[in-house]
């Protein structure tokens, strides 16, 4: 027998050659997703947007990691920074991936909001309705807008455009912070913990991650959650008055900058805290009468004239729930591709749900001690029947319900979890792991399946829709060329609102999107369209002119949200071509505008003489780099 007393002493856990192990998948998958960019064209995007574009190595890389992740979570001798590191690694590779394959940001409301923030610079200050129409609203929350004017300024960039493209890997690397607070209230067990985070990320394609209020909103209401869970719970509260007192400042500051940036988020974190009340536990009165009383003095005071105008309707829309879930005319997926994508997102979203539904079912003992998450999870659904939010109170109710929805669902991944004891703070010893059988709900080897199939998913769910949300620079530069030429008090009239710069001027230009019109006038432009364009744009009074835009991005949101077809539109561009009424401005590769010529001007029709020759001809424009979407 072999005297071991000569042997040197095993290295102690978390050291040597098999502490780096959960490095290797790690780095073979960032390895994978590195060439994969490298190595992806997505100058042709199709109806399935990234989905058929992204090399095979994206989808190994993202099935490596996913594995990896499984394997390094289970294991109890594995420190918590590899978990943490294998999600930072997904939210690069599902938040990151469009940031270096598109030359340009995506999202016609990212745009929008650039336009916004670049207004606010211009303007100086906040305006009124009488001064910018609808476009006030903004100005009636502008605590994002306001805040991105500050940074555009203090970094001193030409506009939130230099940087809006990384968005949304910011924002939600913002939540992850706030969501294992939240999680550590009611376990200390990392595979619990940290499955529920992968599930967040994976389930939340919803797309309000991107430059947007609602990403830094939803931030902060996720802080607001975990100061309430973790300071106002009875067992684990401030220690005496002055500790709550100190608490309730920051919660104040924190619901004050959710309330003067976004109007759904305070109503969604009301409705949460109240559904809190209902736990001895957690019946802290304080956070929820001081989230009503700061949300009710805005809208009394700075966003009281929107609401007077819009209460008539919101009153209509409560308790229509089938109303307030319908998407409408023009949100209808169509075609094989917006389809395909769109169950993507819908089977990603019930598969979650019912993991969770297994989850409460399955854990008894995390049933009870989470009651209050599985109540966070539960509160929104009531919104339903509140509002319809533009067609899309469905997806933020979805959004909401996520953080509660992915710790049980990732409860159903696990055979056993640890919870903290009853009356326990938050930072002591656990629980004794609650009786359950050594596999999960779903067997031993399908936990990884799941994983794997609903990190798969999102993929689809959150890019499918790229041919709509990308618009090259060609596109870019002919609309930025446009709002360069419009005098002040013009009007664009376009098809949709889906082109970037769309709301570029807005306090010195009109739109016009004649697809949002009655349908009935949308079928005499069709019949007609330039003479019916024509009458529609006739009462741009001088110094104004009156433009016709038509852009592939334009062309994309109405043929693959059941609008106009290829066809159509293309007719109608034809038309306006044809018309000694419209004179050509611009046009490239990815669209053109046209002027309406007024009474005393004369020109050949269709004015082709006062285009610019290059940028007419797609091929120069590829060849400038146009529409190369390579890697940056």
Same mark, same amino acid.
């Given at each position: 027998m072999?005297?071991?007393?000569?042997l040197?002493?095993?290295?102690?856990?978390?050291?040597?050659p098999r502490?780096?192990?959960?490095?290797?998948? #790690? %780095?073979?998958? /960032?390895? !994978?997703? =590195?060439?994969?960019?490298?190595? &992806?064209?997505?100058? *042709? @995007?199709?109806?399935? +947007?990234?989905?058929?574009?992204?090399?095979?190595?994206?989808?190994?890389?993202?099935?490596?990691?996913?594995?990896?992740?499984?394997?390094?979570v289970?294991?109890?001798l594995?420190?918590?920074?590899?978990?943490?590191?294998?999600?930072?690694?997904?939210?690069?590779?599902?938040?990151?991936?469009?940031?270096?394959?598109y030359?340009?940001?995506?999202?016609?409301?990212?745009w929008?909001?650039?336009?916004?923030?670049?207004?606010?610079l211009?303007?100086?200050?906040?305006?009124?309705?009488?001064?910018?129409?609808?476009?006030?609203?903004?100005?009636?929350?502008?605590?994002f807008f306001?805040?991105?004017?500050?940074l555009v300024?203090?970094?001193?960039?030409?506009?939130?455009?230099?940087?809006?493209?990384?968005?949304?890997?910011?924002?939600? #690397? %913002?939540l992850? /912070?706030? !969501?294992? =607070?939240?999680?550590?209230?009611? &376990?200390?067990?990392? *595979? @619990?913990?940290?499955? +529920?985070?992968?599930?967040?990320?994976?389930?939340?394609?919803?797309?309000?991650?991107?430059?947007?209020?609602?990403?830094?909103?939803f931030?902060l209401?996720?802080?607001?959650?975990?100061?309430?869970?973790?300071?106002?719970?009875?067992?684990?509260?401030?220690?005496?008055?002055?500790?709550?007192?100190?608490?309730?400042?920051?919660?104040?500051v924190?619901?004050?900058?959710?309330?003067?940036?976004?109007?759904?988020?305070?109503?969604?974190?009301?409705?949460?805290?109240?559904?809190?009340?209902?736990?001895?536990?957690?019946?802290?009165?304080?956070?929820?009468?001081?989230?009503?009383?700061?949300?009710?003095?805005?809208?009394?005071?700075?966003?009281?004239?929107f609401?007077?105008?819009a209460?008539p309707?919101?009153?209509?829309?409560?308790?229509?729930?089938?109303?307030?879930?319908?998407?409408?005319?023009?949100?209808?997926?169509t075609?094989?591709?917006?389809?395909?994508?769109?169950w993507?997102?819908?089977?990603?979203?019930?598969?979650?749900?019912?993991?969770?539904?297994?989850?409460?079912?399955?854990?008894?003992?995390?049933?009870?001690?989470a009651?209050?998450?599985?109540?966070?999870?539960?509160?929104?659904?009531?919104?339903?029947?509140?509002?319809g939010?533009?067609?899309?109170?469905?997806?933020?109710?979805?959004?909401?319900?996520?953080?509660?929805?992915?710790?049980?669902?990732?409860?159903?991944?696990?055979?056993?979890?640890?919870t903290?004891?009853?009356?326990a703070?938050?930072?002591?010893?656990?629980?004794?792991?609650?009786?359950?059988?050594?596999?999960?709900?779903?067997?031993?080897?399908?936990p990884?399946?799941?994983?794997?199939?609903?990190?798969?998913?999102?993929?689809?769910s959150?890019?499918?829709?790229?041919?709509?949300?990308y618009?090259?620079?060609?596109?870019?530069?002919?609309?930025?060329?446009?709002f360069?030429e419009?005098?002040?008090g013009?009007?664009?009239?376009?098809?949709?609102?889906?082109?970037?710069?769309?709301?570029?001027?807005?306090?010195?230009?009109?739109?016009?999107?004649?697809?949002e019109?009655?349908?009935?006038?949308?079928?005499?432009?069709?019949?007609?369209?330039?003479?019916?364009?024509?009458?529609d744009?006739?009462?741009?009074?001088r110094?104004?002119r009156?433009?016709?835009?038509?852009?592939?991005?334009?062309?994309?949101n109405?043929?693959?949200n059941?609008?106009?077809?290829?066809?159509?539109?293309?007719?109608?561009?034809?038309?306006?071509?044809?018309?000694?009424?419209?004179?050509?401005v611009?046009?490239?590769?990815?669209?053109?505008?046209?002027?309406?010529?007024?009474?005393?001007?004369d020109?050949?029709?269709?004015?082709?003489?006062?285009?610019?020759?290059?940028?007419?001809?797609?091929?120069?424009?590829?060849?400038?780099?146009?529409?190369?979407?390579?890697?940056?």
């Open positions: 072999t005297d071991r007393s000569d040197p002493p095993a290295p102690p856990a978390g050291r040597g502490a780096a192990r959960p490095a290797v998948p #790690l %780095l073979a998958a /960032l390895a !994978l997703w =590195l060439y994969a960019v490298r190595h &992806t064209d997505v100058s *042709r @995007l199709d109806d399935f +947007g990234l989905v058929t574009a992204l090399h095979p190595a994206f989808w190994a890389g993202l099935a490596v990691l996913t594995a990896g992740f499984w394997r390094t289970r294991d109890p594995r420190p918590g920074g590899w978990a943490a590191a294998y999600v930072f690694g997904l939210l690069v590779m599902e938040r990151a991936t469009q940031a270096l394959l030359p340009t940001p995506l999202y016609a409301w990212a929008k909001h650039d336009g916004v923030v670049d207004h606010l211009t303007a100086g200050g906040l305006q009124s309705a009488d001064q910018v129409g609808d476009m006030a609203v903004y100005d009636q929350w502008p605590g306001a805040a991105q004017a500050a300024r203090l970094l001193g960039v030409e506009s939130a455009a230099m940087y809006m493209a990384w968005w949304p890997l910011v924002s939600s #690397l %913002l992850v /912070l706030p !969501l294992l =607070l939240i999680y550590r209230t009611f &376990t200390e067990d990392r *595979r @619990l913990i940290w499955t +529920g985070v992968w599930l967040f990320c994976v389930a939340n394609w919803v797309g309000q991650d991107y430059f947007s209020p609602q990403s830094v909103a931030a209401h996720l802080g607001v959650l975990a100061v309430v869970l973790r300071r106002y719970g009875r067992p684990g509260g401030g220690r005496g008055r002055h500790g709550q007192a100190v608490w309730t400042v920051v919660l104040s924190l619901v004050v900058t959710i309330v003067v940036s976004h109007q759904l988020t305070p109503g969604m974190l009301v409705v949460s805290l109240l559904a809190l009340c209902l736990v001895r536990r957690h019946r802290a009165w304080v956070p929820a009468a001081t989230t009503v009383v700061i949300f009710l003095a805005w809208c009394l005071t700075a966003a009281l004239p609401l007077s105008a209460l309707d919101m009153i209509r829309s409560v308790g229509d729930v089938g109303g307030n879930v319908a998407t409408g005319y023009g949100a209808t997926p075609g094989t591709g917006a389809v395909a994508t769109s993507a997102a819908r089977l990603l979203s019930g598969t979650v749900l019912l993991l969770a539904a297994a989850g409460v079912w399955r854990q008894r003992v995390l049933r009870h001690r009651m209050p998450l599985l109540l966070i999870a539960a509160a929104p659904l009531p919104m339903l029947a509140a509002s939010y533009g067609s899309e109170m469905l997806f933020r109710v979805l959004l909401f319900m996520l953080p509660g929805v992915a710790f049980f669902a990732a409860a159903a991944l696990l055979p056993e979890v640890r903290l004891a009853a009356g703070r938050p930072d002591a010893p656990a629980a004794a792991p609650a009786p359950a059988s050594r596999r999960g709900v779903i067997g031993a080897g399908g990884l399946l799941v994983l794997l199939a609903t990190t798969l998913a999102f993929v689809p959150y890019s499918g829709k790229d041919r709509i949300n618009f090259p620079p060609a596109e870019v530069a002919l609309v930025q060329r446009l360069d419009a005098p002040e013009s009007t664009v009239v376009a098809a949709n609102r889906n082109y970037p710069l769309a709301y570029a001027s807005y306090g010195t230009v009109g739109h016009y999107w004649f697809l019109d009655d349908r009935r006038h949308v079928d005499a432009i069709v019949r007609d369209p330039a003479a019916t364009l024509a009458a744009m006739a009462g741009v009074e110094p104004g009156a433009y016709f835009l038509l852009t592939q991005g334009q062309f994309a109405s043929e693959m059941g609008q106009l077809t290829k066809a159509q539109l293309n007719r109608i561009r034809e038309s306006v071509a044809d018309s000694p009424r419209f004179r050509l611009a046009e490239n590769g990815a669209g053109v505008v046209y002027a309406l010529r007024r009474e005393d001007e020109g050949p029709a269709g004015g082709t003489a006062e285009a610019d020759p290059a940028e007419a001809d797609p091929a120069e424009a590829d060849a400038a780099g146009a529409e190369t979407g390579g890697a940056r």
